[in-house]
């Protein structure tokens, strides 16, 4: 863990060296303020995603239809079925908006597992370092969480049934060929994506913008 005798030993200077501003911090205090500022990012980037419009009216985010359907919704756009296609689209932005709380717990866990190396990599990486951590150690159980709210929450909401209903419309379009597609595996490897472009945002913002560091502890560590 990052409390180790390890880290005692070596994260002051690591600290020093690389954008943890007070060399008279102790290890103890610097680890708090990393773990500090790792949970008001996630936090933040959790809080954005999982409200209504965290993914549908973030540009930046926005799951749009799957690159293989494309072709179809602009069949489909062009035979009037427009309203259906961006029903469609939102309730994909829906579903993600209701998954993306679980992240939470989940973040947290993973900085409770945070190791000295993990710390190195951290404070020794670039603006997204902590997001590509998050990423590698999450990713995996996040996709397992989402999964079953995503389906629910497109069930509740018509998108399946939505989707079969474009699907279908779409084998009268002359010309268009409709590829078969895990809607529900889209919609979360899409979730995810998003997720973490916000969690990397609010990682750059803790690291470079004094107004971001909301607490005395991150203000007194990244000063």
Known sequence: MLCSTESHAQLGPLGKRLGLKRASLSDDRVAAGLREALQVGTGNAVQLTGRPDGYFRNAAIKILMPEKLRTIEKGLRRVGYGRQVDDFILSMNRAAERAAPLAKDIFWNAIRQLT??????????GDSAATDYFRGKTSDELTVAFRPVVEQSMNEVGATRQYEDLTRRAQS???????TLDIGAYVVAKALDGLFHVLSEEEKKIRTDPAARVT???????R
């Open 116 to 125: 000295f190396d993990d710390a190195r990599h951290i404070l020794s990486g």
């Open 173 to 179: 379009v002359p010309f268009v060929h409709i590829q």
């Open 216 to 222: 005395t502890l991150l203000k007194e560590v990244f």
